[in-house]
Nanobody, 117 residues
Framework: VQLQASGGGLVQPGGSLRLSCEAS????????MAWYRQAPGEERQLVAT???????RYIDSVQGRFFISRDNAKNMLYLQMNSLKLEDTAVYYC????????????WGQGTQVTVSS
């Protein structure tokens, strides 16, 4: 499936954003999906993952602030981001897990999130 992320923007510290990721086809059979981010000059970083049984995991720096969810009926993945910090500034990408090779290997175009006062 092809993925398209949206919902990014400019927000002040402490603010919230909700990112969406639309898949071009069914995500029912996709065992896990994820949000990654990449800040300028840094490597792409895994932020949050969710399985097809709604098990979710987060990196420590976003735990309790970010919430990942998926709606298989709508072929959508979401990331609710609260209490945003300057260091959350990055391009955010959604991704799907490839069970054959055991890693995330499909990313959509990203959406820019800028946290600035």
């Amino acid at each position: 499936v092809q993925l398209q992320a949206s919902g990014g923007g400019l927000v002040q510290p402490g603010g919230s954003l909700r990112l969406s990721c639309e898949a071009s086809g069914s995500i029912d059979g996709i065992s896990a999906m994820a949000w990654y981010r990449q800040a300028p000059g840094e490597e792409r970083q895994l932020v949050a993952t969710i399985t097809n049984t709604d098990g979710s995991r987060y990196i420590d720096s976003v735990q309790g602030r970010f919430f990942i969810s998926r709606d298989n009926a709508k072929n959508m993945l979401y990331l609710q981001m609260n209490s945003l910090k300057l260091e959350d500034t990055a391009v955010y990408y959604c991704a799907t897990f490839n069970r054959v090779i055991g890693k995330y290997d499909n990313w959509g175009q990203g959406t820019q999130v800028t946290v600035s006062s």
